[in-house]
């Protein structure tokens, strides 16, 4: 394995599996990734009606927490959405899936959102993962899962008929959201009104719990009427409203600038190079938001062959360690679990600006002993192979020589494995 090729499987990818073939191409196969369907689509991928009628249930029966349909299709769809990343062969688009996941954050700390995280990823991130980024960010504000998330299935205008009636009022949870996470970043210079604009046009944008197939319903007789101002860009009333201004925030030049800026921090450095980020920025613009591009772009970085220098998040590290010892997903009791131990759970991040993506906020001491204890108790399941074979057919190049005579010198081939998931150059990617 030469570096190269190295590079791509880390920095890029999950890991390697096992001894899956190499790539005789790193770059043509990072781009074939891009290019090609999504080899890790489920056969039965699940639903947000399906979510949601679990949800409905649960509040008709009112169920103890452990026993509810909601929490049901969660531990099993993400236990399937964990295999998908062990086993994927595409595993820069699943990346790419994840990285997206975390931009427009759903947690499941809201219990409500439970049964329809998975199908949030499903319907509204990976299809949309090498499109453009536009219809992403539809596909994303429609979905009741950002809807449940962000509160805005009961927003509503206080001078429409509902809100007339009712005098329920405005949320502009998902309006500030989108503004400040999303799309244009405090980089535009918003102001408050903006963000109360913004939300206005948004109300009517909810739910329909009590439909044969439950989903994204506009209620017109809750939006609030009238046109309304955003960034000094007037948008009509209705649901069209809501359309024009999301595709005017999806192409705005500060909306480029930072997505470029957040991809090559999560794919490149923490501090990400200037002129890198200038490429990415100039991509999306040039090509009206395509991430299949902006994608593309990043695999042609110089920056983003460099030594890495990025520590692996939880959630990376676990996935590259089961793919490093070629360990079938459906024989490690938990995934979800070990995960919530080492300090990502699943789906739950506990705000909605998602996980954190510099190493400072990964590497306390108590992050670390947690990961050397779980790899402790993981290598028990190396068996009789040649720890220092799988050191190489992993990291390749990337091994440093001391690591290498480390794992030679280990008492037992556990301590072997332990000492190989624990070096400094399996945790960075």
Known sequence: MDARTAQALVRFGLGRRGGDPLPPDPTAWLLDQ???????????????????LALREDRATKPPPGESRSRALFKTQSAAQLANAVTTPAPFRERLVWFWTNHFTVSVKRGQCAAVAA?????????????????????VMRHPAMLLYLDNATSVGPDSPAGQKTH???????????????????????????????????????????????????????????????????????????????????????????????LVRHFVADDPPPAAVRTIEAVLRDT?????????????????????????????????????LNSPPDQIPNLTGILAGLGQP?????????????????????AVLRRVDWASGFAGRIGNRDVVEIAGDTLGPLLRPETQEAIRRAGSRRDATTLLLTSPEFQRR
């Open 168 to 262: 329920r009022g405005l949320n502009e949870n998902l309006a500030r959201e989108c503004m400040e996470l999303h799309t244009v970043s405090p980089l535009a210079g918003y102001s408050q009104t903006d963000v109360t604009s913004f939300a206005k046009i948004l109300t009517g944008w909810s739910i329909d719990l009590k439909a044969d197939s439950p989903g994204f319903r506009y209620r017109p007789f809750a939006h609030e009427p009238g046109g309304h101002i955003v960034l000094q860009h007037q948008f009509p009333p209705d649901e069209a409203g809501g359309v024009a201004a999301l595709a005017f925030l999806a192409n705005h030049p500060a909306t480029h600038r930072f997505l470029a800026t957040k």
């Open 346 to 366: 699943l789906w739950g991040a506990p705000a909605p600006n998602g996980w954190p993506d510099r190493a400072a906020d990964w590497s306390g001491p108590e």
């Open 288 to 324: 009206k938001g395509d991430l299949g591009a902006a994608s593309a772009a990043l695999v042609k970085l110089d920056a983003a062959w460099l030594p890495g220098t990025k520590l692996r998040t939880p959630m990376e590290y676990v996935v590259a360690s089961v793919r490093a």
């Open 119 to 139: 199908a949030f990823i499903e319907e509204a991130i990976r299809p949309h993962v090498t499109a453009r980024f536009g219809d992403m960010l539809l596909a």
């Open 34 to 52: 891009i290019r090609q369907p999504d080899p890790t689509r489920l056969d039965d991928p699940p639903t947000a009606a399906q979510g949601l």
